[in-house]
Structures are given as structure tokens and as C-alpha cells.
């Protein structure tokens, strides 16, 4: 597999030298000068000197052979134009990109640039997942395949309270994959019951999160899903 | 028309003015709150004297272009110093906005010419700065 890395920035570097330990071919790319000098004392030829943004820097990277590139500069409109080229331009199968301002997030996505990861946003959902007064948490979002895991709080009084699992209405395309009780999670039987103040892991397809909140984290009248 | 143009420098400037001069509405967007005295005719006649717009702004922040007036927008001109963010921007006014008629300033040839394929409308000064030399430096 070969692997061009746009940014030898902290997050660059450490990438390929964990790609080029575990085998990978890999060519970095900074355009910075000073910096390009420190990190080709370690990486050698592996490191090139330019502008991943110009098409002949990741031509002659050889992007018309890459199997993956990732785009981590410090800048959200390199790596979205990076990616960009890399997949339209030159058929580059896989494509991960940086999101510095998670603000930008929406930009690399509307670009249809997957996975994007931002940093402060998985940070936030570490947090998220420690402080559950926020309800409804989402673990994990597979945007193309149209999947997500999300986990939240049974709130005393809400519909589920006292119900087997077998009993509860999801709507269709969700399903109760774990429920963590006392510390300790497992995979419910349809007969276990649900009680307030468990932690409950659900996979489902995006977009039912409101009726999913309505059942297990309502309490008012308003849930009538 | 109701004409957006992020990027105060040189060229965001002088086509500010002119397309005001033309009777345009026109909207002027820059990070920098100092570029707005390239606008100013002189020292007595302010660009919103004359009846332009100015936001200080960051073109990636969308609450910055809605501000500018980006959802009226006829007209969307990217001309920042930044090819990339000039690509990007221009690409949400035209795919998220959808602002009628979008122009890229681009200054790398090989990007400008790519996403002209892509269906941008870029210009390219460079490209017209080669070619300008060529005819003048290489016509007998």
C-alpha cells in the first residue's frame, strides 16, 4: 500500500513514522522549509519538500499511484483542495482528511470529503461520553454506509422505564445493542428490563435520533413516539 | 445586481469600484478591517458614502459571507491571496448558495485550469502574464 501524507506537521510525522513501522510505503509533504530539514533527518527520502496543494509536487510524489492519502496541514482549505484533487483528479481510492476548525466541518462534507476528522470533535465526544447530563451521545458515525451507535441515559419517568427490551417500540432501522448498568455493560435478552439511570447503546440508521430521545430520554408529555 | 466579492486586495478592490460606479450593489468582504481604505475614493468620500458594503470577515466562516449578503448574492467573486481558499469559498457560493454566477481567481495555471474543467469560472492572472510575455518577448 502507498500512502502520501500532505503535512509533516505533529500529526504528519507521527503518521508516517507509524506507516513506515508497520511496512507501509510512505511519501510526506511539507512545504515548509525549515521544518522539512528537521523531519528529513529522521525520514530521509521519504519526506519530499513542496506544496501538496500543486498538482506537480503530488505528481511527482506519484499520487497517480497511491492507495491513500491524508491530508493534515494545518489549513482546512489545503486539505479539502488536496483531497479533493486527489480523489476526482487522480482517482486516489481513500481519502482521510484533517478538520483544524471544527466549524469547517460541514465545508468537507457538503465537498463530499470522508472521513474528515476533527480532533476537537472527538475530543468533545470523549467529554460527551464522561458527562452524560448530555443526553444522547453519538459513538460512532459511518457516514457512507448510513450507520451510527449512539448511547443515552434512561431518564426516570420516560417510556421505556420498567419495559423488557422485547417490548419497547423502536422504530424500524434501530436496534438495542448494549446497556451499561452499575459500571458494567452486557448485550440485553429481549426479556431483561430496562431501568432508569442505564446507559443504552443503540445502532441505527441516521435521522431517528429524535423518536430514539422520545422513548428512552422523554419524560414530558411530548413523547408521544 | 447584488454583487459579493471576498478579498479586498488589488483586484477585489478596483472591481468593487467599478461595478459600484456601474450602479451595482455591491458587498466587499475581508479578513483585514484595514483593507477597507483601498474603497475609499479619498479622504472624504468613504466606500459607504458611495453606497458599497464592507464586512471584516473570515471567508470559511459562513455566518461571515450570510452577513456580506451571501444569500442575495447575484454575483460571487473569490479573490483572496489564497488559491485554496479562493477554490473553497467559491465552491460553497455555488454549491451551497447557489449563487447564479460564481468567478475564481486562481494564481497557480495547473489548478486554475483543472477546476475550470470542474465547471468554476477562474481566471488566472499568471496564465495571462505568461502569455502576455510570450507574444511580447517571443513575436519577431
Same mark, same amino acid.
Given at each position: 500500500?502507498?500512502? =502520501?501524507?500532505?503535512?509533516?506537521?505533529?500529526?504528519?510525522?507521527?503518521?508516517?513514522?507509524?506507516?513506515?513501522?508497520?511496512?507501509?510505503?510512505?511519501?510526506? =509533504? /511539507?512545504?515548509?522549509?525549515?521544518?522539512?530539514?528537521?523531519?528529513?533527518?529522521?525520514?530521509?527520502? !521519504?519526506?519530499?519538500?513542496?506544496?501538496? $496543494? %500543486?498538482?506537480?509536487?503530488?505528481?511527482?510524489?506519484?499520487?497517480?499511484?497511491?492507495?491513500?492519502?491524508?491530508?493534515?496541514?494545518?489549513?482546512? #482549505?489545503?486539505?479539502?483542495?488536496? $483531497?479533493?484533487?486527489?480523489?476526482?483528479?487522480?482517482?486516489?481510492?481513500?481519502?482521510? !482528511?484533517?478538520?483544524?476548525?471544527?466549524?469547517?466541518?460541514?465545508?468537507?462534507?457538503? *465537498?463530499?470529503?470522508?472521513?474528515?476528522?476533527?480532533?476537537?470533535?472527538?475530543?468533545?465526544? *470523549?467529554?460527551?461520553?464522561?458527562?452524560?447530563?448530555?443526553?444522547?451521545?453519538?459513538?460512532?458515525?459511518? %457516514?457512507?454506509?448510513?450507520?451510527?451507535?449512539?448511547?443515552? %441515559?434512561?431518564?426516570?419517568?420516560?417510556?421505556?422505564?420498567?419495559?423488557?427490551?422485547?417490548?419497547?417500540?423502536?422504530?424500524?432501522?434501530?436496534?438495542? @445493542? $448494549?446497556?451499561?448498568?452499575?459500571?458494567?455493560?452486557?448485550?440485553?435478552?429481549?426479556?431483561?428490563?430496562?431501568?432508569?439511570?442505564?446507559?443504552?447503546?443503540?445502532?441505527?440508521?441516521?435521522?431517528?435520533?429524535?423518536?430514539?430521545?422520545?422513548?428512552?430520554?422523554?419524560? &414530558?408529555?411530548?413523547?408521544? !413516539? | 445586481?447584488?454583487?459579493? @466579492?471576498?478579498?479586498?486586495?488589488?483586484?477585489?478592490?478596483?472591481?468593487?469600484?467599478?461595478?459600484?460606479?456601474?450602479?451595482? #450593489?455591491?458587498?466587499?468582504?475581508?479578513?483585514? +478591517?484595514?483593507?477597507?481604505?483601498?474603497?475609499?475614493?479619498? /479622504?472624504?468620500?468613504?466606500?459607504?458614502?458611495?453606497?458599497?458594503?464592507?464586512?471584516?470577515?473570515?471567508?470559511? /466562516?459562513?455566518?461571515?459571507? @450570510? /452577513?456580506?449578503? @451571501? #444569500?442575495?448574492?447575484?454575483?460571487?467573486?473569490?479573490?483572496? $491571496?489564497?488559491?485554496?481558499?479562493?477554490?473553497?469559498?467559491?465552491?460553497?457560493?455555488?454549491?451551497?448558495?447557489?449563487?447564479?454566477?460564481?468567478?475564481?481567481?486562481?494564481?497557480? +495555471?495547473?489548478?486554475?485550469?483543472?477546476?475550470?474543467?470542474? &465547471?468554476?469560472?477562474?481566471?488566472?492572472?499568471?496564465?495571462?502574464?505568461?502569455?502576455? !510575455? #510570450?507574444?511580447?518577448?517571443?513575436?519577431?
Amino acid at each position: 500500500m502507498y500512502v =502520501i501524507i500532505a503535512g509533516a506537521g505533529k500529526v504528519g510525522w507521527n503518521l508516517a513514522r507509524e506507516l513506515i513501522a508497520k511496512d507501509r510505503e510512505v511519501t510526506l =509533504i /511539507e512545504s515548509d522549509h525549515d521544518r522539512f530539514r528537521v523531519v528529513e533527518q529522521e525520514l530521509e527520502h !521519504a519526506v519530499q519538500y513542496g506544496d501538496a $496543494s %500543486e498538482l506537480w509536487v503530488l505528481e511527482r510524489a506519484g499520487i497517480q499511484r497511491a492507495d491513500l492519502v491524508i491530508a493534515v496541514t494545518g489549513d482546512d #482549505e489545503d486539505n479539502i483542495l488536496i $483531497s479533493q484533487v486527489a480523489k476526482k483528479k487522480y482517482g486516489v481510492q481513500r481519502i482521510v !482528511a484533517r478538520v483544524n476548525n471544527p466549524r469547517n466541518l460541514t465545508h468537507f462534507k457538503m *465537498l463530499g470529503i470522508q472521513p474528515a476528522v476533527s480532533a476537537t470533535d472527538l475530543i468533545l465526544r *470523549l467529554i460527551e461520553h464522561e458527562v452524560p447530563e448530555y443526553g444522547l451521545v453519538q459513538l460512532l458515525a459511518l %457516514e457512507e454506509e448510513h450507520l451510527e451507535i449512539i448511547e443515552l %441515559e434512561v431518564l426516570e419517568g420516560s417510556l421505556v422505564v420498567g419495559r423488557q427490551v422485547q417490548e419497547i417500540a423502536l422504530p424500524e432501522g434501530s436496534l438495542v @445493542i $448494549s446497556v451499561l448498568r452499575a459500571g458494567r455493560g452486557f448485550v440485553p435478552k429481549p426479556s431483561d428490563t430496562v431501568a432508569s439511570g442505564d446507559q443504552v447503546l443503540l445502532i441505527l440508521d441516521p435521522g431517528l435520533e429524535s423518536e430514539i430521545t422520545a422513548l428512552f430520554a422523554s419524560t &414530558g408529555a411530548g413523547a408521544s !413516539a | 445586481m447584488f454583487i459579493l @466579492i471576498v478579498g479586498c486586495g488589488r483586484v477585489g478592490s478596483a472591481v468593487a469600484k467599478s461595478a459600484l460606479d456601474a450602479g451595482h #450593489e455591491v458587498s466587499v468582504m475581508d479578513i483585514d +478591517p484595514l483593507s477597507h481604505i483601498r474603497l475609499d475614493r479619498d /479622504e472624504t468620500s468613504t466606500w459607504e458614502d458611495a453606497g458599497g458594503r464592507f464586512t471584516v470577515g473570515t471567508a470559511l /466562516e459562513v455566518d461571515g459571507l @450570510i /452577513e456580506a449578503g @451571501i #444569500e442575495q448574492a447575484n454575483v460571487f467573486m473569490a479573490a483572496t $491571496s489564497g488559491d485554496n481558499t479562493n477554490l473553497v469559498i467559491s465552491q460553497i457560493a455555488q454549491r451551497r448558495f447557489n449563487v447564479p454566477r460564481v468567478v475564481v481567481r486562481v494564481a497557480d +495555471p495547473a489548478r486554475a485550469a483543472w477546476y475550470a474543467e470542474q &465547471g468554476l469560472q477562474t481566471i488566472c492572472p499568471t496564465q495571462v502574464a505568461i502569455e502576455q !510575455a #510570450e507574444q511580447v518577448l517571443l513575436t519577431p
